[in-house]
């Protein structure tokens, strides 16, 4: 037992050994290379090569072509749409080095911006507010309209914003509850 024990633990500390290596251990190769001036970005198709490892970070890959390209700034560098081969080891995927963050800014989309920590978020109301103060405003008239949409509210603009729609679908005009 104690030799099976011996031998598991020296598997595994040469196993860890391995893996260590292999994190550093990996093959860029890029194919399709265009140099596009109008959107101001190098283009093309990587080919990582990754024995041992499932997969390679974004950010290690970044790192390593901003070394290999002479990129003043690794934030230039997008990459997305990688698949692993079957079996692994082997990844493809797509890659831009843009000139600059005002390049990337100007022609990247935004939800890659978002993902890469350029862009920042929009403010305002969200979709659910939005929808319910327009809901709110329909059941308003005139002056109270700009009050119901987010306005300062005052007592008479809550109230008729806040009646219940029977009242507002009652036999009786607007005019003639207010003056019962």
């Known amino acids: 037992e104690r030799r099976r024990s011996a031998r598991s633990t020296a598997h ?7 893996q260590l290596r292999a994190m550093s251990d990996f093959t860029i190769r890029t194919r399709k290379f ?4 109008l959107l101001g970005r190098k283009q093309f198709v990587l080919d990582i090569i990754h024995p041992g490892m499932a997969n390679v970070s974004k950010k290690d ?8 390209y002479k990129v003043h700034d ?13 079996g692994g080891g082997r990844s493809t995927g797509f890659g831009l080095i843009y000139e600059s963050l005002d390049k990337m800014k100007k022609f990247e989309p935004k939800y890659r ?18 929808k319910d103060t327009k809901n709110r405003r329909k059941k308003v008239r005139g002056k109270e309209k700009t009050k119901a949409a987010g ?4 007592a008479g603009a809550l109230a008729a914003a806040e009646r219940p729609l029977g009242c507002l679908l009652g036999g009786r005009s607007r005019r003639a509850q207010q003056g019962a």
């Open 61 to 68: 890959l970044a790192t390593k072509l901003a070394s290999m």
């Open 151 to 154: 306005g300062k509210k005052e």
């Open 113 to 130: 911006l978002k993902r890469a920590g350029v862009a920042e978020d929009k403010a305002g109301a969200g979709r659910r507010a939005k």
């Open 12 to 18: 595994q500390l040469a196993l860890s050994a391995r």
């Open 34 to 37: 265009k140099q596009n001036p």
């Open 74 to 86: 690794s934030q230039c560098i997008q990459l997305f749409g990688f698949k692993t081969a079957f």
